[in-house]
């Protein structure tokens, strides 16, 4: 634990505005093509989600075996504006040096591994820069955009999430900024975003594989 702490200090809090979409199925060579109009970062990970027990506000994971990332929500503000209906959410993040508690990468006890293929682009709040590929530069205003494609147990999902950052006043046009650029050109036929698959991924690991989730195709 000291060493991963020397290589990865303590990070937060970091405030974010987010809205995301999950949506069934291995993730489609047509929103690959989509998404690949912006330079891209790709990366591959594994993160663990903690499951059980619930902490309702919060979302607790491993992240890629190196960090323990703890989020709470501060409330699902309306941003007018948006091209795609969704829930945007207020977050505050904190980041933790964390060694895995099993090498082998296993969960613990109510813990679920959800493994990643993110393809994600950055978005700086400025009509002089373009965007680039992730990370996001330190400080200044702007929004991640990821598409991910993800497994969890045996099932495939994909998920189209943004993630807008800097001065809490600015985050707001940050997001609708990114946005507007992103859904400037239709979604591809048959794929659909709206209110009723916009979860963030702790409700949507809850409410779809936690206690009592039942065999619902859809969270509710």
């Known amino acids: 634990m ?7 200090p303590v990070t937060g809090p970091v405030d974010s505005l987010e809205v995301r979409w ?16 912006f330079p891209a970062e790709t990366e591959r990970r594994e ?3 903690l499951l059980q027990p619930r902490l309702r506000g919060l979302s607790v994971k491993l ?17 007018p504006g948006l091209p795609a209906r969704g829930r945007p959410e207020s977050w505050r993040k904190w980041s933790f040096p964390c060694d895995p508690p099993d ?13 990643k293929h993110r393809l ?9 820069r373009d965007p680039g590929p992730a990370p996001q530069e330190a400080g ?7 598409l991910t494609e993800f497994h969890v147990r045996s099932e495939t999902w994909w998920t189209l999430g943004f993630e807008a950052t800097g001065p809490a006043g600015l985050r707001p046009d940050v997001l609708r900024q990114a946005a507007s ?23 949507w690991l809850h409410d779809r594989l936690g206690p009592g989730a039942g065999d619902a195709t859809h969270p509710t």
Not at 120 to 128: D, E, G, I, N, R
Not at 140 to 146: D, F, I, L, N, S
């Open 2 to 8: 000291a060493a991963a702490a020397a290589d990865n």
């Open 22 to 37: 999950i949506a069934p199925g291995p993730l489609r060579t047509a929103m690959r093509e989509w998404f690949a109009r």
């Open 47 to 49: 993160d663990i989600y």
């Open 63 to 79: 992240r890629d075996h190196g960090a323990l990332d703890v989020k709470a929500c501060l409330g699902s503000p309306g941003v």
């Open 103 to 115: 090498p082998a990468g296993a969960a613990p006890a109510g813990w679920i591994t959800v493994r």
């Open 120 to 128: 994600s682009s950055w978005f700086p709040l400025t009509a002089s």
């Open 140 to 146: 200044r205003p702007g929004c991640a955009v990821e």
């Open 181 to 203: 650029l992103v859904f400037a050109q239709p979604l591809p036929a048959g794929v659909e975003l709206g209110l009723d698959n916009s979860w963030s991924y702790a409700q």
